[in-house]
C-alpha cells in the first residue's frame, strides 16, 4: 500500500506561481509512475502531468504546457508540480497519483492524495 500526502495549495493571483508537494510512504517510491490531476467544480477529474519512475520522461496536458513542470526527488520520495504563469482556470482541486505507468488516464493510476485546492484570483 502507498499512502500519498499532498500539500502547497493556496490562493495566488493570476500569473503568480505555486509549487505543489506530494510525499510517498509505504512500498518504494521509485517503482511507480506519479501523476498529477485536477478537478474543477462540476467537471470531470482531467490530467495535467506524469513522470515516470526514474524521472527521465514527462508528459503534461496541452491546457499547462511550457508553464507547468513535473519532477521527483526519489531520495525523499517526493513528487513536485511547479506551476507558474497560473491563470483563473487552473483553479481546482489538485490530486497526486501513483501507479504503474505514466499514461494520461485516471485508471493507470492505483493509489490517490486527498487533494489540494489550488484557487487563483483574477
Known amino acids: 500500500q502507498v499512502q500519498l500526502v499532498e500539500s502547497g495549495g493556496g490562493l495566488v493571483q493570476a500569473g503568480g506561481s505555486l509549487r505543489l508537494s506530494c510525499v510517498a510512504s509505504?512500498?518504494?517510491?521509485?517503482?511507480?509512475?506519479m501523476g498529477w490531476f485536477r478537478q474543477a467544480p462540476g467537471n470531470e477529474r482531467d490530467f495535467v502531468a506524469a513522470?515516470?519512475?526514474?524521472?527521465?520522461?514527462?508528459s503534461y496536458a496541452d491546457s499547462v504546457k511550457g508553464r507547468f513542470t513535473i519532477s521527483r526527488d526519489n531520495a525523499k520520495n517526493t513528487v513536485y508540480l511547479q506551476m507558474n504563469s497560473l491563470k483563473p482556470e487552473d483553479t481546482a482541486v489538485y490530486y497526486c497519483?501513483?501507479?504503474?505507468?505514466?499514461?494520461?488516464?485516471?485508471?493507470?493510476?492505483?493509489?490517490w492524495g486527498q487533494g489540494t485546492q489550488v484557487t487563483v484570483s483574477s
Open positions: 497519483a501513483g501507479g504503474r505507468s505514466w499514461y494520461p488516464v485516471q485508471n493507470s493510476y492505483d493509489y
Open positions: 509505504g512500498r518504494i517510491f521509485s517503482r511507480y509512475a
Open positions: 513522470v515516470t519512475g526514474n524521472g527521465g520522461s514527462t
